[in-house]
């Protein structure tokens, strides 16, 4: 199940933790802001909403194969190119998410005396040789390819 607030769910969740007479302001602990999230996340899956279908198919029309996504109401059919691009993106990208939280969780415990800003800047500085050095996108920074291999 791949879970991730939206954009409207976060703003939702920030309008109910924002405190009355302090506009403007968000001071919430840790154990109200999780109820919250646990709040939405469990209204989205009782809407449908929560849960990625993948299916395997054969065109009846023209014969081909291909790869059906389902994420609540949205669905869409890829070419199993399209998909295998797709699923490689995915590797590429949770392969970089897990360098970048691993930098930055071994910066703060190993570097605790460091500010936070200057520990973002060594993730920075990673991402950075990950990008030219070794030819690897950083995660927010992979492109997709259309069919012919063009970005």
């Known amino acids: 199940m791949i879970r991730q607030l939206e954009k409207a769910e ?15 302001t968000v001071t919430v602990d840790k154990s109200t802001l999780l109820s919250l999230c646990n709040e939405a996340l469990y209204a989205r899956a009782q ?8 299916r395997s198919l ?15 109401a949205t669905r ?4 199993v190119k399209e998909t295998l691009d797709h699923a490689f993106r995915l590797l590429q990208v949770a392969a970089g998410a897990a360098a970048d939280g691993f930098l930055v969780a071994f910066t703060a415990e190993e570097l605790p005396q460091v500010p936070p800003e200057a520990r973002m800047g060594i993730l920075q500085a990673f991402r950075t040789y990950r990008d030219t050095k070794l030819e690897l996108l950083s995660p927010d920074e992979l492109p997709l390819t259309d069919e012919s291999g063009d970005k």
Not at 76 to 79: A, H, R
């Open 76 to 79: 869409i059919q890829l070419s």
């Open 58 to 72: 054969v065109s009846m029309r023209n014969g081909l194969p291909y790869v059906t996504l389902q994420f609540g």
């Open 10 to 24: 976060i703003e939702a969740l920030a309008v109910k933790c924002r405190p009355i007479e302090l506009p403007g």
């Open 47 to 54: 809407a449908g909403q929560g849960t990625l279908e993948i």
